[in-house]
């Protein structure tokens, strides 16, 4: 059998085509340009600026960024350390609320409910949730200023609740009859049943602890705590370059590569999550898709 | 009262496991709506809560007479606007184009492309910009250069940031909405086109009959949620492109920004609190009203 493609199928294909790789494409230029500035050479940026293509391809930002790699090593260990407690912890106390609140039989579950939910309807601002944190919490400059307030939110809660609600009643009852304690029910049934759910509320969570800057930008004051994304943010923004071995062992009008130099560090930085995306992606695609479907 | 306690007793364990997650919402959400109150103060740092003196409306008055709140507004609402709007449309598009094109390899090919941005941080995003617009080393200013035309200095204009904060708004958010989006049409039962085609019904008939007609909901309900949220802003966006250059504030500064400058710029924190108290309690409003109207439309859909 022939395929017939009709003209307006034809027609709409070649546009289809054209429309979505043009956005893709302006989706991946701007990280190109930072690829391609991080292998210019520092005097081709400050003669021509950034390009497509480095007419001068040199590995020397790259060079500078590992010759003295502690204080990124240092901050990849505070992000790190902060995303994983953070993920699992919060994952922990979430699926807990969740599985709570999800539990028809439970009389205060709308209060409950509500009282959690109400604080996305209002809230103190940012000022004296600064001032409680800094003030009366006494977390000026520590890691857990960093660690606490992202942990929980009332939204991830609700959606949480949400994937739950969806287990059948009669697993729990009968667990119950069988002698099984709330907690029991929860780790050993519920929590295995809502692994599409830990999946995407575990990445939204490890996905805003791993690009946090703004807590570090109010709360952290000393450089060696400074996480990846706030630390990446203070090169960028100011002239202050990474402390590297380079510029001291060079003659004195060496200038140090400031612009490809910021680039490199960029592209470093990023680099885990690039790698890592495609693959989180589908735990994202597949949760999303559940979500958007229950409506 | 008794009802409570008997309750405590019979569900112990739930309470327990649920303990600690209201103790987080009292600490960091009940507590600071007490701190409102700094926004009738004249605050200052030793005197603490109730030490400031009190002035009424003072600071409110301020900010409507300075202008401030008028225009913080105009900027908040206007920028949200266009947010959802244009990404809401854009994304609708995607995902149509998306779920009719043939080939699997290049559907997950662009899928994965457009999602990438989604997973970045804003700090890049800031990186990226400056690439672009700065002008000395910018790729646009480079180009300008090559032509033999005048650098275009973007940092002393206004007008282009509007663009260019919601071009990157959008291309942050495409391929998450996207997939919102694709997911619903997946939903969309394969019948209604089999039957569209064997009634002669071409691929534009079939979108623009049964597609769209069937992503209304979702789109109207996702504008909907999004317009309860219109007062509050993209603080990560703003801050990471415009940062503290007061020339550019005309055109980009919103009310988290303004908040965020009385709190780490200009230590205003009676001034801050107050624009903090009035965007939250404009926006409840909102969402009560958005939820109203959800509920008299689609009550299944209502928030609570």
């Excluded at chain 1, 049934?189 to 969570?205: E, K, M, N």
């Excluded at chain 1, 930008?217 to 996480?227: L, Q």
């Excluded at chain 1, 612009?259 to 790698?275: C, D, Q, R, Y």
Aim: aromatic share 18%; net charge positive; charged share 15%.
């Amino acid at each position: 059998m022939k395929i017939r493609t009709e003209r307006s199928t034809l027609w709409f294909n070649i546009v289809g085509y054209i429309v979505i790789s043009i956005l893709s494409l302006l989706c991946l230029l701007p990280f190109w340009l930072i690829v391609s500035g991080s292998f210019s050479s520092e005097a081709e940026i400050v003669r021509d600026g950034f390009k497509i293509f480095p007419s001068e391809f040199t590995i020397s930002a790259y060079q500078s960024v590992f010759s003295n790699p502690q204080q990124i090593f240092k901050a990849y260990a505070v992000s790190i350390s902060l995303t994983a407690v953070g993920t699992l912890v919060g994952l922990f106390l979430i699926s807990m609320a969740g599985y709570v609140l999800s539990r028809k039989d439970f009389k205060y579950r709308n209060t409950l409910s509500f009282f959690i939910y109400f604080t996305t309807l209002f809230s103190g601002g940012l000022i004296p949730w600064y001032i409680l944190i800094v003030k009366y919490l006494d977390w000026k400059d520590s890691y857990l200023a960093l660690l606490i307030p992202m942990m929980v939110s009332a939204w991830n809660i609700i959606l949480m609740k949400n994937f739950m609600k969806s287990i059948p009643e009669s697993i729990i009852e009968s667990a119950k009859i069988d002698g099984a304690g709330e907690f029991t029910i929860y780790s050993r049934l519920v929590l295995p049943l809502s692994t599409p759910g830990l999946a995407t509320i575990g990445l939204f969570l490890g996905l805003a602890y791993w690009n946090d800057w703004f807590s570090a930008n109010i709360f952290i004051t000393t450089e060696a705590k400074y996480p990846l994304q706030f630390l990446l943010y203070k090169i960028l923004a100011s002239a202050a370059v990474l402390k590297t071995s380079v510029a001291a062992n060079l003659s004195a009008d060496f200038k140090p590569p400031t612009e490809s130099l910021k680039m490199a560090v960029a592209i470093v930085v990023t680099g885990p999550i690039i790698f890592l995306y495609p693959f989180l992606q589908r735990y994202f695609v597949k949760g999303l898709t559940i979500g958007a479907v229950k409506g | 009262m008794s009802g409570l306690i008997a309750e405590l007793r019979k569900n112990k364990m739930l309470f327990l496991m649920i303990a600690l997650v209201l103790v987080f919402f009292v600490v960091f959400s009940y507590f600071p709506m007490v701190g409102v109150y700094y926004a009738f103060t004249n605050y200052n740092f030793d005197g603490g809560l109730f030490g400031s003196p009190f002035v009424g409306m003072q600071n409110f008055k301020f900010l409507y007479e300075s202008g401030a709140l008028l225009s913080l507004t105009k900027n908040t609402v206007l920028y949200n606007l266009a947010f959802i709007f244009i990404g809401n449309l854009l994304q609708l598009i995607c995902a149509i184009f998306l779920s009719e094109l043939a080939s699997k390899w290049f559907k997950k090919t662009a899928q994965s492309i457009m999602f990438l941005p989604f997973f970045i941080s804003f700090v890049l995003v800031g990186a990226f910009v400056f690439n672009l617009f700065n002008t000395e080393t910018g790729v646009i200013n480079a180009l300008l250069r090559q032509f033999g035309l005048p650098s275009y200095d973007f940092y002393m204009n206004t007008e282009p940031w509007k663009y260019i904060i919601v071009f990157f708004n959008v291309w942050k958010g495409l391929g998450y909405g996207t997939v919102i989006y694709l997911a619903a049409i997946m939903s969309i039962s394969d019948e209604y086109h089999e039957a569209a085609k064997i009634d002669g019904a071409n691929i534009f008939h079939r979108i623009r009959y049964i597609t769209i007609p069937m992503l209304i909901p979702t789109f109207i309900l996702l504008i909907l949620l999004s317009l309860g949220g219109i007062l509050k802003g993209q603080f990560d966006l703003f801050y990471q492109i415009i940062g503290n250059n007061g020339m550019l504030y005309e055109s980009t500064d919103i009310i988290d920004t303004y908040v965020y400058r009385s709190l780490a710029v200009n230590f205003d924190i009676g001034m801050g609190t107050a624009a903090g108290l009035y965007q939250s309690f404009f926006g409840f409003v909102l969402v009560m009203t958005v939820n109203w109207i959800i509920k008299k439309t689609r009550e299944d859909y209502a928030l609570f």
